[in-house]
């Protein structure tokens, strides 16, 4: 089986993205909290048979039929409310309004898939389970070393640098003044690696244990999940809570400040995602051998 390749999830989370500017703040923050309970990664970790591999197959059909028909036309709705925006002075208060939206659609699709992935786990062995643990501590140890492992000017370095590119592809060439915004911003924040990594560690501790799957643990799994997403350590939601705001004000005064040559080039780079969009909509149908999925974010 071919992994599916989510053009339409994946034009939500670009427009998401322009709403993280630090990618370091991103990981925190959505798409990479629970990425092990997506289950397009699944062939990632766990070896399939045919049986399984056809199984998933089956899965696939309604969850994008679902999301076609069902999210996307929300994503619009969302894009158009930016776009309708620009032309009034942006506060962080609306920058923050836009990204509690995408957040709702982004725990939506995380809760279809968590639906899709449980039905999955049923049909993995004891063996399956095994590797599937230690593929994700594998990759526990990979971003610990990628991450932890820097120092705080290599931090602030790299959020700068992923801030500043991520304002250059909805704004074009950025200005001195924006670049020192930039700047500035990024050496606010707190760092979040420590706060993430500590989560998902006890988030895969947890996990283990529900993966022993005595009777009752696909509803025990979605609790947890729940209580991850609710009720975060208290040092993760501080992290979280700055960081976040400080994305809300940098990008409202980005926007507030941007030239006349920024604002055609970011009209047009939300005009090109929603042709995107409305291509995917009107299309309709789902592909018979669907191409490779990238992963997202």
């Not at 609306?94 to 049923?122: H, I, K, P, Q």
């Not at 610990?144 to 120092?151: A, I, P, S």
């Not at 602030?156 to 930039?182: F, I, P, V």
Request: with cysteine; proline share 4%.
């Amino acid at each position: 089986m071919q992994k599916p390749r989510f053009h339409w999830i994946r034009a939500g989370i670009v427009i998401g993205g322009f709403l993280l500017l630090a990618a370091c703040s991103s990981t925190t923050f959505v798409y990479n909290r629970l990425d092990f309970l997506v289950p397009w990664y699944v062939d990632d970790y766990v070896d399939l048979n045919q049986q399984q591999k056809q199984y998933l197959d089956g899965l696939l059909e309604p969850f994008l039929a679902w999301h076609r028909a069902q999210e996307l036309p929300d994503y619009l709705k969302i894009l158009d409310s930016v776009q309708d925006n620009l032309d009034r002075p942006q506060t962080p208060e609306m920058v923050a309004a836009v990204f509690n939206d995408f957040e709702t659609a982004w725990f939506r699709l995380e809760g279809r898939s968590l639906d899709w992935l449980l039905d999955l786990g049923a049909q993995l062995s004891d063996a399956q389970v095994a590797e599937l643990m230690e593929e994700l501590w594998e990759r526990q140890d990979d971003f610990e070393e990628e991450y932890l492992d820097r120092t705080d000017e290599e931090f602030y370095e790299e959020s700068y640098e992923n801030a500043k590119n991520n304002a250059h592809e909805y704004l074009g060439t950025l200005s001195d003044a924006q670049r020192d915004m930039l700047r500035a911003f990024s050496d606010s924040l707190l760092r979040s690696d420590r706060a993430w990594l500590a989560a998902r560690a006890q988030w895969l501790t947890k996990l283990g244990v529900l993966l022993e799957r005595k009777p009752g643990w696909q509803e025990r799994v979605r609790e947890a999940v729940a209580a991850q997403r609710e009720n975060p350590s208290p040092e993760y939601r501080r992290v979280f809570d700055h960081n976040l705001q400080a994305i809300y004000v940098v990008i409202a005064k980005l926007l507030d400040g941007r030239s006349e040559r920024q604002d055609r080039h970011l009209r047009d780079r939300l005009t090109s995602l929603r042709e995107d969009l409305q291509a995917l909509i009107a299309k309709g149908e789902v592909p018979a051998q669907p191409p490779v999925l990238e992963p997202a974010g």
